[in-house]
């Protein structure tokens, strides 16, 4: 199924590149971005990034890593220990 017209991007080209991208890097955080440059592309429009983030979330291998998780909670945990 075509996912972004603009560009003829599939479903099927957006998970090529999470699970390309995923098996490059462990730790990486897979972004919209990310995938159309890992196509070679970039967005166009817009329209289709509803759907296109729609596609990428059914993917398993989209998953925060786990380092990488609650930073914001982190954050501010050792920005109250200072005060
Ligand atoms: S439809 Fe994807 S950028 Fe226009």
Known sequence: MIVC????IT??????AIDWMRAA????LITPGKVYRALG???DC????PLFL?????????E?????RNLR???QEKHNERR
């Open 11 to 16: 479903d099927h080209d957006i998970h090529a």
């Open 64 to 68: 925060v890593p786990m380092p990488l």
């Open 54 to 62: 729609e596609t990428m979330r059914k993917n398993p291998n989209l």
């Open 73 to 75: 909670g982190a954050t």
């Open 5 to 8: 017209h603009c560009r003829n």
């Open 46 to 49: 817009g329209g289709c990034l």
């Open 25 to 28: 890097d462990a730790d990486t």
């Open 41 to 43: 592309s970039a967005a």
